[in-house]
């Protein structure tokens, strides 16, 4: 089974502050997601990849940067961190060509005060 | 862009009927629908999908149709148990395996047994 994990699993930070969130994922898949769920919205896509250095822009990537560092590591940047992306964020792979599902992480709840 | 609307936020049923979740999509090219589980507290993951060749698939206790005129699909949980009760996410995708491979996912339908 695909694993995914992500760092940290929470995390608080303030208003302005400068939060990284890492995903790895160990089974050779092209594809990664960047997502937000919040009550009312369900899953909301901000950035994914479809192979080290590349980005592609989401549904919802206003205040938010990625970057695909090896095929196993996709990072999601707040530069400049605001309440309004307290959310619980979930990476996601998928092995893209041949194979479509998406498995995810288990999450990292980050708030911002 | 694509819209996915999942139209029962909340379900409930006694243990043992059926439920159905139902989903529409803007998006004419859109060709495949998963659906997604999310127990309480956990991540999410697949439990099903149907590609825009087919209008129905089962897998186990799980059923989806797909009506593509009106551009709606939906999952039918037959014979429900105490592990059903999740939240259930619909999405669409133009184009799976290539180009994009990007899911537009609905809202979600918190889905519980009745006691």
């Known amino acids: 089974e695909a694993a995914v994990t992500q760092s940290p699993r929470n995390k608080v930070t303030v208003t302005g502050g400068n939060v990284t969130l890492s995903c790895r994922q160990t089974?050779?898949?092209?594809?990664m997601y960047w997502y937000r769920q919040d009550t009312g919205h369900g899953l909301r896509l901000i950035h994914y990849?479809?192979?080290?250095?590349?980005?592609q822009i989401g549904d919802v990537p206003d205040g938010y940067k990625a970057t695909r560092t090896t095929q196993e590591d996709f990072f999601l940047l707040l530069e400049l961190a605001s309440p309004s992306q307290t959310s619980l964020y979930f990476c996601?792979?998928?092995?893209?060509?041949?194979?479509?599902?998406?498995?995810f992480g288990p999450g990292t709840r980050l708030t911002v005060l | 862009g694509e819209k996915v609307e999942q139209h029962e936020s909340t379900l409930s049923v006694r243990e043992g009927d059926s439920a159905v979740i139902n989903c529409t999509y803007t998006d004419t090219a859109s060709s495949y629908f998963p659906w997604y589980k999310q127990e309480a507290g956990k991540s999410l993951h697949f439990v099903i999908d149907i590609r825009s060749n087919v209008d129905r698939k089962q897998s186990q206790r799980l059923i989806v149709l797909l009506d593509k005129k009106a551009k709606r699909f939906s999952l039918h949980i037959t014979a429900t148990q105490p592990e059903d009760s999740a939240i259930y996410f619909c999405?669409?995708?133009?184009?799976?395996?290539?180009?994009?491979?990007?899911?537009?996912f609905g809202k979600g339908t918190k889905f519980s047994l009745i006691p």
């Open positions: 999405a669409a995708s133009r184009q799976p395996g290539t180009g994009s491979n990007r899911l537009t």
């Open positions: 089974n050779s898949h092209n594809y």
């Open positions: 990849s479809y192979g080290a250095g590349n980005l």
């Open positions: 996601a792979s998928s092995p893209g060509t041949g194979g479509v599902e998406q498995y």
